[in-house]
């Protein structure tokens, strides 16, 4: 059973009061080259009808050589704070959380679908659980939170800097020719020249790597009732 940091309460939280919260959070992440090459990585997501507190959360870890799925396990519960943008890491991660103990392969870097340091408060979903989880975290989003950047080149493996306010917050990258890039920014322990890499490594052919893919699948599959949970 995987165990975290219990840094703080979930419930009875106002959005004022998580904001402050993330304010105080930030100075404990650090962005910094990996100690040792990892050996497997897990792709966490979740799933929920906007407006509905019902979440469907999913990990799925991988063996970074191979591709090959080594354990998944999705939770179904439910949320206790409201859709907010930019604190949907309170919605989201007490379900990530409550998956991550029921693992028994613990990873040695875990991928978000989300931002890390590419957050208007540099503490997005993948920073604030890397606090938790104390290990190397990043952040791989569809869709951009806030940076602007130039149109990389159309090759897989181009990317350009995300800027916000004059900071590198992530890269847009592009992970096969001629798509929409993803928008990738380091977490917690991890830097993004490495999460670019680990990012690129991910390649099963699609625009999203393998890791948030298949979580991506398990999620929807527990959501539609094709899947159970754990």
């Known amino acids: 059973m995987a165990d975290y940091l219990p840094l ?15 304010q105080q959070l930030r100075s404990q992440i650090q962005i ?12 966490c997501d979740i799933s929920f009808n906007k407006f ?44 990530l959380l409550e998956a991550w103990t029921k693992l028994r392969a613990e990873p040695d870097v875990v991928m978000f679908d989300g931002h890390g340091t590419a957050h208007p408060r540099r ?9 938790f989880l104390n290990r190397p975290t990043f952040g791989c989003g569809k869709s951009v939170l806030v940076g602007k950047y ?8 181009a990317w350009s800097p995300m800027l916000h306010y004059r900071d590198v917050v ?7 020719n001629k798509v929409n890039p993803v928008y990738v920014s380091p977490g ?7 999460a670019i890499s680990l ?7 699609y625009r999203i790597p393998e890791p948030t893919r298949r979580t991506h699948n398990l999620v929807n599959a527990l959501r539609r009732g094709e899947r159970k949970a754990d």
Not at 34 to 43: C, D, E, N, V, Y
Not at 150 to 157: K, M, Q, S, Y
Not at 170 to 176: E, F, N, S, V
Request: aromatic share 4%; proline share 8%; net charge negative.
């Open 150 to 157: 130039e149109e990389p080149a159309p090759e897989r493996g």
């Open 199 to 205: 990012t690129l490594q991910c390649d099963g052919g």
């Open 32 to 43: 910094q080259p990996l100690s040792q090459p990892p050996r497997t990585i897990a792709g």
């Open 188 to 194: 917690h322990l991890i830097d993004l020249e490495m």
């Open 52 to 95: 509905e507190e019902t979440v469907y959360a999913g990990i799925v870890v991988l063996n970074l050589k191979t591709m090959e799925t080594i354990e998944e396990v999705g939770v179904i519960s439910s949320a206790t704070f409201p859709y907010v943008p930019g604190l949907l890491s309170f919605r989201e991660i007490p379900s």
């Open 8 to 22: 703080h309460d979930w419930t009875n939280i106002t959005p004022t009061e998580a904001v402050a919260l993330q």
């Open 170 to 176: 992530g890269a847009a990258l592009r992970t096969k």
């Open 123 to 131: 503490i997005g979903i993948a920073s604030h659980a890397g606090l």
